[in-house]
Structures are given as C-alpha cells and as structure tokens.
C-alpha cells in the first residue's frame, strides 16, 4: 500500500483510499489541534449492542490502538469540529492569533466519518472538542447535533465524550447529557486571577455553571429512573475536568485543593493534570519551559489516587510547610517519612486504613492481607505473594520473618537514601577512555 493512500493518525498509517479527500486533509488539522487535551478516558458506563444498532461500549472500555509520543494512550477518535475560535487564551495553540493552518468539518462530515472508522474497526467511540466559533450556544448546538445523529439516525451505541462549551445554556447542556455518555469542562487554570492573565475573555464562571448544569442532570435522572423504569439514562459516565500544570505560578497545594473540592460532588469522576507544553513561545506571559512537566504530573495523578482511594485529606498531602509534591518520591512514600512515629505497622494486626498508608502497599494488596491473615500469619514470602513491593514496604511494617531495622532505626533519611534512585552514570566503566593532554604552549 502507498504513503499516498494512507493518513497517519495517532501513530498509526490508515488507509484511505475511497474516503473523501477533503474530508481527510481536515481531519489531519483537527487531530492535531485535539492532541491537547487528555482528559478522554472511556471509563465508567457500558452501552451493550442490541438487534438494530451499531457498535457497543462493553465494560466502559474505548480503544486503545495506539499511544502518544509522551506515553499517554489514545482510545478514542479525538478531533475537534474545527479549531477556529474566538478568544486569544495564551496558552492555547489554536488561539484567535495563531497563524495554523484552520479547518472545519460540517455536523454530516463528522457523523459520516466516525461511522466509517467504526465500521473499518479503527475506533470503538468518539471524543469531540471544538474551538468556540460566534458564541458559546452556536458551538455547543453544533456538538450535540453530531451526538444526536449518531444515536438517532445512524443508531450508533458507542462512547460518545462532549467537551461542553463554557459559557453554554442550561437547556444545551441536558439536550446533551442525552446523548454523550460523558460531558466535560475544562477549568483549564486553577485560579481565577491566573486564568484573567492568560484568558482575559475567560472566568471561571462560565465553566463552573455547565458543571452544574451537568451534576443537576445527573442527579435528577438517578430519580426519575427510580419512578420511572425506561427513563433515558443521562450522561451516564458522569463529568472530567482537566487543569494545566506549570503554565501558572500555583503550587501543588492550590490545585489539589481544588481537585479536593471538585471530588465532593458525586458527578465528577476523574480531575485530569497536563503539564504545559510551550506551544506559543512568542508570548512573554508564559514560562519558558524546554519540555513539559511530566514528573510534576504523575507526582499529581499520585496524589490524586491517595485522594480517591487510599483515604487519605489535602493537608496530609501537601501543606504550608511541604506546598509542593516532592519530585524524587511518590506522595505516599513522602508522608511516611514526614511521619516516621506511625510505623511500624504491624501486618498481622493493623487496621485496613492504616495498612493501606504503608508504601508498597496497594488497594487489591491490603484487601488480601486483611482477608488472608484470618486463616493464617503472613510472612515475607506471602506479602511478596499478594503482591506488596517489599523494597518499599519493609522499612515500615513487622511480621514474623522482616529483620527489625525499621524506619526508626534507620532513620527517615537513611530510608530515603536507600530508596531514591541514584542517578545513571553519564560514562561506562567497562569503556577505555584515554585523556590526552593539551601541549602547553612554549
């Protein structure tokens, strides 16, 4: 097969040779100005096939064919409906400013187009963004004409992700929870004063009322399917969030604080972290960074994890002493250290939220622990059996065959040291290297 008949998205040639040709060369601009934004997991809702419909979303999964250069996986046809757009956000590549290349695909190009990758097997579902183009509600009407088609025309029953619009009406945003299995908005930058600086045609307003709207949606059809059995389910997937990290001055104290707060409402199901990418250099306003933050970030999604899952507040995270993540240690391992006189913990005894905070220690592993030490008593050999990383854990736990050299006995710093990984040697060893010398001038 030729180049020529090919497109490359997502890493991956396709071919296309009977698709349309101008439909194509707008797709290769919006796949690119989508690739931005992370915030398209497919999880959290299940649409089984039926007789008389097209495609299925089985166990919440998308597709996973390929992943980005930075190691993000891409499950989804993510496009955007255009990226021409009204407001000048700083940090945006697809801002009003911006001299790129600038397409838009119609309601039918874009229907047309996700069921023709469907049916080629190359997506199960569709994540859809759009620039904002005349207003808000213009743009918003746009995406949920593309959803309602595929449900209603073309009986599609994959995984459809909307980027609600900010700033976009109560009745836009429920029309929509209709069809998409989830809704998003993007608060983009955690404060408000940062977000003014950056996107001085932006607030946080216009983004925290569509999250409203969404949650209100939600909660209301959890109701009337209690009263009434066939009532159409609405955005089953709940709503994301995604904020930027490093492009602003706020510490990792200010954001999971917010992400804290946005996880109290019982809609909200992933807060996702991007480190800035420098796209537009140009502009004075924004850092100047020679990669993206990408330790800071999964130093972020960590601490979200110890949020969601592991029990564990903000302030025992980070604080005003510790207002940053530590960059060398994941967060559960930097807490442990800050608090040495809670270890060690002892397996064969300890309660599962206090299991849970020992590192190495997982959700699945304290589940076993706790279920296995009914029957019997649990040694080195069957913590590594169940699953613990005992390179980590056994600095801050006791069972019967663990020596007694504990963090206390070692010292939270000796454990750190023992633990952080020593930076690679630049040369080989094993390498002959001959130094010669300079001939000193005469």
């Avoid at 040639?13 to 989508?34: F, G, H, Q, T």
């Avoid at 997991?41 to 980005?68: D, E, K, M, Q, Y």
């Avoid at 743009?139 to 980027?163: C, Q, S």
């Avoid at 279920?371 to 613990?388: D, N, Q, T």
Wanted: glycine share 6%.
């Amino acid at each position: 097969m030729s180049v020529s008949n090919t497109i490359r998205i997502f890493g991956e040639n396709i071919p296309v040779e009977d698709m349309n040709e101008n439909v194509l060369a707008k797709l290769k601009i919006l796949a690119e100005s989508a690739k931005y934004d992370v915030s398209c997991s497919s999880s959290g809702t299940v649409r089984r096939n039926s007789p008389g419909t097209l495609g299925n979303t089985v166990g919440g999964w998308g597709i996973c064919h390929s992943f980005a250069e930075d190691g993000r996986c891409i499950s989804l046809l993510k496009i955007m409906l255009t990226n021409y757009c009204i407001y000048d956000c700083a940090y945006c590549i697809n801002r009003r400013s911006n001299d790129i290349p600038r397409a838009t695909l119609s309601v039918s190009e874009l229907v047309d187009l996700t069921i023709e990758f469907y049916r080629r097997n190359y997506i199960e579902g569709l994540f859809l963004s759009s620039g904002v183009v005349r207003n808000p509600d213009y743009t918003m009407e746009r995406l949920v004409r593309v959803a309602k088609d595929l449900r209603l025309i073309h009986r599609f029953n994959g995984y459809i992700h909307l980027k609600s619009i900010p700033g976009a009406s109560r009745e836009l945003v429920n029309e929509a929870g209709l069809y998409a299995d989830r809704l998003s908005v993007n608060i983009e930058i955690p404060k408000e004063e940062n977000l003014k600086l950056l996107a001085p045609e932006k607030d946080h307003q216009s983004v925290y009322r569509p999250m409203h709207y969404i949650q209100q949606g939600v909660l209301t059809n959890k109701e009337d399917r209690k009263k009434f059995r066939h009532t159409p389910r609405f955005a089953p997937a709940g709503q994301s969030t995604q904020m930027i990290v490093g492009a602003t001055s706020e510490s990792d104290k200010d954001i999971l604080y917010l992400s804290s707060s946005l996880y109290r409402h019982p809609t909200m199901r992933r807060v996702y972290y991007s480190g800035y990418i420098s796209v537009n250099t140009y502009d004075k306003r924004l850092p100047a960074l020679k990669q993206p933050p990408l330790v800071r970030e999964n130093r972020l999604y960590q601490a979200d994890w110890l949020l969601r899952f592991y029990q564990f507040k903000v302030e025992e995270i980070v604080d005003d002493s510790y207002p940053d993540l530590d960059l060398e240690i994941d967060p559960k391992l930097g807490w442990a250290l800050r608090h040495p006189e809670q270890f060690p913990v002892d397996i064969n005894r300890a309660g599962y939220e206090m299991i849970l905070r020992v590192p190495g220690i997982g959700v699945k592993s304290a589940r076993f622990i706790v279920a296995s030490r009914r029957f019997s008593k649990l040694g080195f050999y069957e913590l590594k059996k169940i699953g613990v990383v005992m390179k980590k854990a056994q600095y801050f736990i006791t069972c019967n065959e663990l020596p007694t050299w504990t963090v206390n006995e070692l010292t939270p710093l000796g454990v750190r040291k023992l633990l952080v990984p020593k930076p690679k040697k630049k040369t080989d060893e094993r390498q002959l290297i001959l130094e010669f010398k300079e001939p000193e001038n005469e």
